[in-house]
């Protein structure tokens, strides 16, 4: 029996997909019975280093997701459009969907799953989060039993490289990005990556995950690491602590809720950099691999880690979605209605407004150089709720104090009422950072 594949995207993933298709020897055995169709393309004439079959480049990829003789449509052109369209059309023509593309699955992934349960097929996405790290199989399936509290990890490998240098260097954050750029390992517009977007799209995909409902991707929070510091690199490692950007995905604490279609999670669901003691797994996770952490009941606590992008991690789990397609069909069963899509539930998860998040606060402070000025602070942040765990006048800066505030665990809504009476002082000349501690 051999299954044909249709490949929309030769680039770095694509290539190195088509690479393991093309050379099975020592692998799955069932890789021989998969044979590349067709690939479609932007420019058939490009220079590839890779010896595909003659005639099988093309430029019309609406051509190869309606093919009655395809069977599979691996998506991994990326972006929104024309993703999006093609992943449907390769479903209503009967297709199953092979993707790695985590925007188009957080934005539009209830779209393309209820067509997908409508029409009776699979949508496969391992690779859209994490590379080759095993982990949407395993919430999926593997912890299926289990009542998943949270969901927390480093998921984007350009910010957790530059701020790995920024820590081992004692760099700054533009210099540090401009080298990523010519090494690449950021790209020529990082604004995907270094303002959290990438990593808020697939804590999305998790959440959807793990909670079993679906999620609206614009009410994920996402803050970057552009403002993050070489002084507050510093200040967290005199602290204890290092600097990551963090996906989370946690239940808020309260009543068990009942998981059925009429009754919604609240869910905390953001991205930012936060302060992270080094004793914590997710403290050594370093240069551009991926991390994944994992609590629920009656598991415990489970950590998935690996390269989270590149050719070779990223193809080798787009394969392995193949290959778990291939050998349902291969079983001649009939597909049932929703076997390995993102989640089972209809309705949309409930998102704390980030105001209700509670959590620890790291801020920096320029102050003028003036007695009473800590006292100060202690006395507004005291009326708002806000518990303190250390003030610390670190020294002194072009005549200006520099005072470092860590707060106990408080909601954030009382925080920012704090901050915008204590930015009226007069003593107050700037807040030069403002971090969430883990």
């Known amino acids: 029996m051999t299954f044909k594949i249709g490949l929309l995207g030769l680039g770095t993933v694509g290539a190195g997909t088509a690479q393991i298709l093309l050379d099975s020897v020592g692998r799955h055995p069932l890789l021989q019975e998969l044979e590349i169709a067709r690939v479609g393309v932007r420019s058939p004439d490009k220079p590839r280093d890779i010896d595909l079959p003659a005639g099988i480049l093309t430029t019309d990829l609406e051509s190869i997701v309606t093919d009655p003789e395809i069977d599979i449509v691996v998506e991994l052109i990326g972006g929104l459009e024309p993703a999006r369209s093609l992943m449907l059309q390769a479903i209503a023509s009967g297709k199953h969907v092979v993707t790695a593309n985590k925007a188009a699955i957080a934005l539009h992934g209830a779209e393309i799953f209820t067509a997908a349960n409508e029409k009776g097929v699979y949508v496969m996405l391992e690779a859209a989060v994490g590379g080759g790290i095993p982990v949407i199989q395993p919430l999926k399936q593997s912890l299926g039993s289990n009542r ?9 490998g350009t910010t957790n490289y530059i701020l790995t240098r920024m ?5 700054d954050f533009e210099a540090v990005l401009a080298d990523a750029q010519k090494l690449g390992y950021a790209e020529a517009d990082p604004t995907a990556d270094v303002d959290g977007l990438d990593a808020a799209d697939k804590i999305a995909i998790l959440a959807s995950l793990a909670f079993g409902g679906r999620i609206k991707r614009e009410q994920v929070y996402a803050e970057g690491i552009r403002q993050v510091s070489a002084e ?11 600097i990551k950007l963090l996906a989370i995905a946690k239940r808020e604490e309260g009543p068990t809720p009942q998981i059925q279609t009429d009754v919604e999670d609240r869910l905390q669901l953001r ?9 914590h797994p997710l403290a050594n996770v370093n240069g551009v691999y991926n991390a994944i952490f994992v609590e629920g009941d009656p598991i415990g606590q489970v950590m998935f880690y690996g390269r989270g992008a590149g050719a070779g991690p990223t193809a080798s789990a787009v394969v392995a979605d193949i290959l778990n397609v291939a050998a349902v069909l291969k079983t001649e069963t009939e597909p049932i209605p929703h076997p390995l899509l993102s989640c089972s539930h209809q309705h949309y998860c409930a998102i704390a407004p980030m105001e ?16 009473g000025v800590i006292g100060e602070l ?5 009326k708002n709720g806000v518990s303190l765990e250390s003030v610390v006048q670190i020294g002194m800066r072009e005549n200006q104090a520099e005072i470092v505030v860590v707060t106990h665990d408080v909601k954030e809504g009382n925080f920012n009422h704090a901050l915008a009476e204590i930015r009226n002082l007069e003593a107050i000349v700037s807040i030069p950072s403002l971090l969430r501690v883990l």
């Open 232 to 242: 507050d690199i510093a200040y967290a490692e005199k602290l204890g602590f290092v």
């Open 356 to 371: 209700d998040v509670v959590t620890r606060f790291y801020a920096r402070f320029l102050t003028q150089d003036s007695p």
């Open 378 to 382: 202690g006395t507004i942040f005291g």
């Open 148 to 156: 998943i509290q949270g969901v927390m990890g480093i998921i984007n």
């Open 271 to 279: 991205v930012h950099p936060t302060l992270v003691p080094k004793q």
């Open 167 to 171: 820590q081992l260097e004692g760099a």
